[in-house]
């Protein structure tokens, strides 16, 4: 059994910053990718930020130089540090770790937490 847990959600106003930090544990061999993608009520659910297992970051369109994401790869946590904060930035965060039980590419499966909630109003 694996569990992903994220923390560090809350309320903040327009251009303050947060830090989420999401941590995978359980029977976990090996971690591929971790990512963190959020989800506003009615719309689907978008990609913020990826970090490789090699350390290769992605960005969704318009958090890059905002977010920024990084990983602790021997404690098997991520984190995403978001800057100067807007009020559409308001959503369920999410965390995703790909990761396999045998340590083996081929049966990687993605793992989500339940989600920390982001709320950025005056």
């Known amino acids: 059994q694996t569990h992903v847990v994220e923390s560090g959600g809350g309320s903040v106003q327009p251009g303050g910053s947060l830090k989420l930090s999401c941590r995978a544990s359980?029977?976990?061999?090996?971690?591929?990718?971790m990512a963190w993608h959020r989800q506003v009520p009615g719309k689907q659910r978008e990609l913020v930020a990826l970090?490789?297992?090699?350390?290769?970051?992605t960005y969704g369109d318009s958090f890059e130089g905002r977010f920024t994401i990084s990983r602790d790869y021997a404690l098997n946590t991520v984190y995403l540090q978001m800057n100067n904060l807007k009020p559409e930035d308001t959503a369920v965060y999410y965390c995703?770790?790909?990761?396999?039980?045998?340590?083996?590419?081929?049966?990687?499966?993605?793992?989500w937490g339940q989600g920390t909630q982001v709320t950025v109003s005056s």
């Open positions: 359980g029977n976990i061999r090996k971690i591929f990718d």
């Open positions: 995703r770790s790909e990761h396999s039980n045998t340590g083996n590419w081929y049966d990687k499966y993605d793992d």
């Open positions: 970090i490789s297992d090699g350390g290769r970051t």
